[in-house]
C-alpha cells in the first residue's frame, strides 16, 4: 500500500512541475505577444495608419527648393554633375564634423576625475 501511495506522490510533484513550467511558459509567449503588439502599433503610428505604403514607379516631381540640414543646404532639384559634386562636398564636410565632434566627445569620457580639493 505504502508503494501505491510513494507513486501517486511522485506522479502529483511531476504533474506539479509541468504545470508550473507550462504556466511560466504561457506567460513568457505572452509578454512576446504583447510586445511585439505594441511594437507594430507604434509602428503603424509612425506611418499614419495600418495601411502598407505603396511606392510610386514614376519619379517624384520636387521643386526646386534646398534641403537644409543644420545649415549645410543640399539641392534636391538640381541632379547636374556639379550640383552633386557640391552635394557630396557638403555631406564630407558634415561627416567631417560629426567625426571631429565625435573625437571630442570620447576624448571627454576618457578623461579621468580630479581630486577637487588639490
Do not use: C, W
Amino acid at each position: 500500500m505504502e508503494d501505491i501511495n510513494l507513486k501517486i506522490q511522485k506522479s502529483r510533484g511531476s504533474s506539479t512541475v509541468i504545470v508550473a513550467i507550462v504556466v511560466i511558459a504561457v506567460l513568457i509567449a505572452g509578454v512576446i505577444a504583447f510586445k511585439l503588439y505594441k511594437h507594430q502599433n507604434a509602428n503603424s503610428s509612425l506611418t499614419g495608419g495600418s495601411q502598407p505604403t505603396q511606392i510610386s514607379s514614376t519619379t517624384p516631381q520636387t521643386s526646386p527648393a534646398s534641403a537644409s540640414t543644420s545649415g549645410a543646404t543640399l539641392s534636391t532639384g538640381d541632379n547636374s554633375d556639379a550640383s552633386l559634386d557640391k552635394d557630396l562636398q557638403t555631406v564630407g564636410s558634415n561627416l567631417n564634423t560629426l567625426n571631429s565632434n565625435t573625437s571630442s566627445i570620447d576624448q571627454g569620457l576618457n578623461q579621468k576625475a580630479v581630486d577637487p580639493s588639490q
